[in-house]
């Protein structure tokens, strides 16, 4: 889904500075090319060498190509606003001129496809001693735009120096609009920044850039003070129609900025997300991507490899790996991953894994120890190819799972009722139904909930609303609320729920098996048609007492009638 792309985000922070009378956002891209003149504004032109602005300069990205790829390429067209890369090299002298600028970065990667700006990415500090103009990274950009696709509640910045500041637009009803700036303070500002993959604003209503007389003005009095500040959507929604309270003087420009990066930014994972790594499709590749590779897993705050002399490692676990992605079991799984996956830049962060049963849905239900330097190398590394054949193949009413997320621990919650898959509305949503979503799927609860820009598409059902998990086991949806026989009508797609789910070793809550929530909904109605035919024969055990008692309180009434009548018989006789 395209808009997944719009939801990744960054912690960091990092503060303006002046460079010949302007003010440039940390972490701000542009390209040089001899062809358009040196140092050029991004927006100028689609293919150039690559320049950052870090650390109070302007910079080239130096590489020797093994760490910059693809994905890399990809994520500096996405933040000049171009639709991905058509083509990128190194020694882009050659094809665009020396420019000036000394490299500033090196060792460009970035761990996922969705990111939005190269901050985003990891990188190192660039050395004169490997670094000259024949490692200069150049890039040809599409020609086609970001915004070909839009939903409603997107933005962009429009009309600035450089693509991090410009003229706020935001998508509604079909047509790109203006915001209008009352009310407009840090919080909004910032979140403008945040969806478009930066920190936050650094300067807001200082541009003199505005819409033309011919745009509407779709938001006014934006607030974005109560709610999670990652996308517009969340403060304000569409409105009908346009605001008639502001003109174009008062519409709203925004600069942002972005701090270097220290780790894998951006983002926020799940203790116990898996992913493949393989270099045929760029490195570090998201879960979703492929179904063979090395496989990595996040655990306590960094990515690593699996380490395994084979004896601990089976089918078992292989099979585990792959239910954990989505894929219907392993195919095959070996080590020394290296010779057909290539080298990445993890090391080994557990080894010795043991699954106790096939009935494991994530690889963290499993027995495993810390890997250490001294037993484990590039040639422990584990990997697996997974059958092609998705988990959902044989699906049951009340089965659930997350789609269209970075990882298969995170996206838009689907639940499978009355043989379609469908959406949860969010109404009413709190910690435990999130928390048993992710129970079901093996893990032991949520960490974030409604968090991410994803939503179900318009042909889907909307299966639940208003779920309720506080007053029962938290193990399976399907106890909290059975399929309806209607989609509900009450929610559009706009409060679909998305849920974000971690696994926390030390928990007394242990994920649900894959043979846990089956059958449920079957057992639950044979429950109710046994509380009925039990009810029904309770009354009827009632009703038959009540006969009893009345008929026996009737012949009672009509013996003593008699008695007494034989009794006044006989005081008439003895008188």
Not at 24 to 53: D, M
Not at 384 to 394: A, E
Not at 444 to 450: E, H, I, L, P
Not at 525 to 552: D, P, Q, Y
Request: proline share 2%.
């Amino acid at each position: 889904m395209k808009s997944s792309f719009f939801a990744l985000l960054l912690v960091c922070a990092a503060a303006p500075v002046a460079v010949q009378g302007e003010q440039v956002g940390n972490g701000t891209i542009r390209l040089f090319s001899n062809k358009t003149g040196p140092g050029v504004a991004s927006g100028a032109t689609n293919a150039g060498i690559i320049q950052i602005y870090i650390d109070d300069q302007w910079g080239n990205i130096c590489s020797n190509q093994t760490t910059f790829g693809q994905r890399e390429a990809d994520t500096v067209c996405y933040q000049l606003g171009y639709n991905g890369a058509d083509s990128f090299g190194a020694y882009g002298a050659a094809l665009f001129g020396v420019d000036t600028s000394a490299a500033v970065i090196k060792d460009v990667h970035c761990d996922s496809d969705q990111y939005q700006v190269l901050s985003q990415c990891q990188y190192s500090p660039a050395d004169s001693n490997s670094c000259n103009d024949k490692t200069d990274v150049h890039v040809t950009c599409s020609t086609t735009d970001i915004w070909s696709d839009p939903y409603d509640g997107m933005v962009r910045l429009v009309r600035g120096n450089y693509s991090s500041e410009g003229l706020v637009e935001v998508y509604c009803n079909k047509k790109w609009g203006t915001v209008c700036d009352d009310g407009i303070d840090d919080d909004e500002a910032d979140t403008v920044c945040v969806q478009l993959g930066y920190t936050k604003s650094f300067k807001w209503d200082k541009l003199p850039v505005r819409g033309n007389g011919s745009q509407p003005i779709w938001l006014d009095n934006l607030y974005c003070g109560h709610t999670d500040k990652t996308c517009i959507g969340y403060c304000q929604t569409c409105p009908s129609e346009e605001s008639t309270d502001c003109s174009h003087g008062e519409d709203l420009t925004v600069q942002c900025i972005c701090a270097a990066a220290v780790a894998v930014q951006g983002e926020q994972v799940g203790n116990g997300t898996i992913r493949l790594f393989n270099n045929k499709t760029g490195p570090g590749v998201a879960s979703g991507a492929t179904n063979a590779g090395i496989i990595q897993i996040y655990i306590d705050d960094q990515w690593g490899n699996i380490c395994s002399n084979q004896t601990a490692f089976g089918q078992r676990e292989a099979d585990t790996v792959c239910y954990q992605l989505g894929y219907n079991g392993a195919d095959s799984f070996g080590t020394y991953g290296v010779a057909l996956f290539g080298i990445d830049t993890s090391a080994a962060v557990i080894k010795d894994v043991h699954c106790d049963s096939d009935q494991y849905q994530v690889l963290s239900q499993c027995h495993y120890s810390p890997a250490d330097s001294n037993s484990c190398s590039d040639k422990t590394d584990i990997h697996v190819t997974c059958s092609t054949t998705d988990i959902w193949g044989d699906p049951y009413d009340g089965m659930v799972r997350l789609v269209e997320g970075s990882y298969s621990s995170e996206g838009l919650v689907e639940v499978y009722c009355n043989k379609e898959w469908g959406t949860v509305c969010d109404d009413g949503i709190d910690d435990d139904e999130a928390d048993t979503v992710c129970v079901q799927l093996g893990y032991t609860k949520s960490f974030k909930w409604d968090k991410l820009p994803i939503r179900g598409n318009g042909s889907q059902p909307i299966w639940l609303d208003n779920l309720y998990c506080g007053h029962t086991d938290k193990t399976c949806i399907g106890y909290c609320q059975t399929c309806p026989s209607k989609e509900s009508t009450d929610c559009s797609h706009g409060e679909d729920l998305t849920v974000q789910c971690t696994y926390n070793k030390a928990s007394f809550e242990k994920g649900s098996l894959r043979t846990t929530c089956t059958g449920i909904e079957d057992s639950w109605w044979t429950f109710i048609h046994i509380v009925i035919i039990a009810a029904a024969g309770l009354v009827g055990f009632i009703l038959c007492c009540l006969c009893v008692c009345l008929s026996f309180c009737c012949c009672c009434a009509a013996g003593a009638k008699k008695k007494k009548k034989v009794i006044n018989t006989a005081y008439t006789q003895f008188d």
